[in-house]
């Protein structure tokens, strides 16, 4: 089971509190944190049944019999500490389809994306939902998840493979949700086409934006390992329930192959989500979890990419508490009077202009020395307790086996970082296969790996045995 720090406790609804939460690391250190409490309010209709707003495609005379049953609906139900009202996270609250893009129109949006020994002509026509997904928060309260659903067309009633998918970052404030990007037509990471082209080649798609995006009482919960889980696997709940009970006009059906998968900080969300699934979502049937350039590290990340601190700093700071970490013990001054604003209101596209990589730049002198020097810990105890904590993928699912796709150009996260990270699954006895990517660099990892990422996950649906080569990383 993942350490688990206890997050922020939602205690008043008018006023901020003080509130004693217990931050657990492991079964042998414990340590009492004061949060200051930031009230939220979250109402939602929990039901298990999907909403009379869902729209249907046309029915086709050639379709098969229905086998909604085939995959049994599955959730979890647990009772809100705050309301006393039952939550049932993975619950579709509502559905409705968006739209169908041809087999042509994918392979022009693919050509666009991938370069030509990765682009691959669309089997199937795609349809796309929109699923409204309960999940829980970090006091157990229920909170709306915008999950996108990406099926292959089909006639008759047809199996596929599961991937679900967690982006990479695209921002905190409301108007960053990866489901904007096509809508204001933003360069984040093109998810859109991404998903496409992988339930063009016959697997279900699951694409969620991040928890709080349509909250603007919470910002998206930015590698907090615990909530990026639920996020991930209430969502892939979400579509098999979908699913279960979907008409016959919707001929998509999940294989019992689910893999999670993601770029960049949406690799913490897949990881996070291995830690988590046995305990979480033990019915869901994990087979497999691929990182796309990963970040697993945040302790690694502020020293490499510092770019990217100032979205972490605000989110710990909300979800963990003022006494954990505050911003002012991290940045330069010149970042600190309009922070707050920056962080809510600059998507990825904008922080590269705005701030800066140099942790000269960006940093104090103090916490620069003790970033670099490894003395984090000793200066900040209860901030490095919690990047300890929320280090993603090496705390459960050691049986679930790992693929790396890795640029070697990578200076997002180095592959260096990377290395040191498959060898501490590979130390949990963890099946890795580690794929190092020439002269690829971090934006383009997802591109030159489709390929190799689509047999990986064919071979394991297959029965095959997925490539070990721990032993060509350890040093």
Known sequence: TPPTPTLMAETSPTALVSATSTLAVDATRVLTVMATTIPMTTTLTTTNSISTELVLVPTDPSAGPSNAGANAAVATTATDPISGTN??????????????????????????????????????????????????????????????????????????????????????????????????????????????????????????????????????????AELEAHTLLDATRGAFNFLATAPTEVGARPLDALFFAGYSNGGHTAFAAKDFAATYAPELPLRGVISHGATTNVETLMRESPVFTPYLIYSYQFFYGSTVVRPEQVFAQN?????????????????????????????????????????????????????????????????????????????????????????????????????????????????????????????????????????????
């Open 87 to 224: 939550v049932t996270a993975g619950a579709v609250l509502d559905a409705r389809f968006l739209e169908r893009v041809t087999a042509t129109a994918i392979n022009q949006a693919s050509a666009l994306f991938y370069p030509a020994d990765n682009l691959l002509d669309a089997a199937y026509d795609v349809d796309i939902y929109r699923l409204s997904v309960q999940s829980t928060t970090e006091t157990g309260a229920p909170i709306d998840l915008q999950t996108d659903l990406y099926l292959p067309r089909v006639s008759a009633t047809t199996q596929f493979p599961v991937l679900a998918y967690a982006p990479g970052t695209t921002g905190l404030g409301d108007g960053c949700a990866p489901s904007q990007e096509i809508v204001l037509g933003r360069a984040w990471g093109s998810y859109y086409t991404h998903m496409l082209s992988y339930a063009g080649q016959g697997f279900i798609g699951v694409l969620p934006d991040g928890m709080s995006y349509d909250d603007p009482k919470r910002p998206h919960e930015y590698f907090v």
């Open 335 to 475: 970042w600190l009077p309009t922070f707050a604003q920056d962080v809510n209101t600059k998507c990825v596209d904008e922080i590269f202009v705005y701030y800066s990589n140099d942790p000269t730049v960006m940093y104090t002198p103090a916490f620069r020395n003790a970033l670099e020097n490894g003395e984090l810990g000793a200066q900040m105890t209860l901030f490095q307790t919690v990047l300890d904590a929320n280090y993603a993928g090496i705390f459960g699912g050691f049986d679930i086996p790992v693929v790396f796709f890795q640029g070697t150009a990578d200076a997002t996260v180095t592959p260096l970082a990377q290395q040191q990270f498959a060898q501490d699954l590979c130390a949990k006895t963890e099946p890795v296969t580690y794929v190092a990517l020439p002269t690829v660099r971090h934006v383009d990892t997802r591109q030159r790996s489709f390929v190799a990422t689509l047999d990986w996950m064919r071979n394991i649906v297959d029965g095959g045995a997925p490539e070990n080569n721990c032993d060509e990383l350890t040093p």
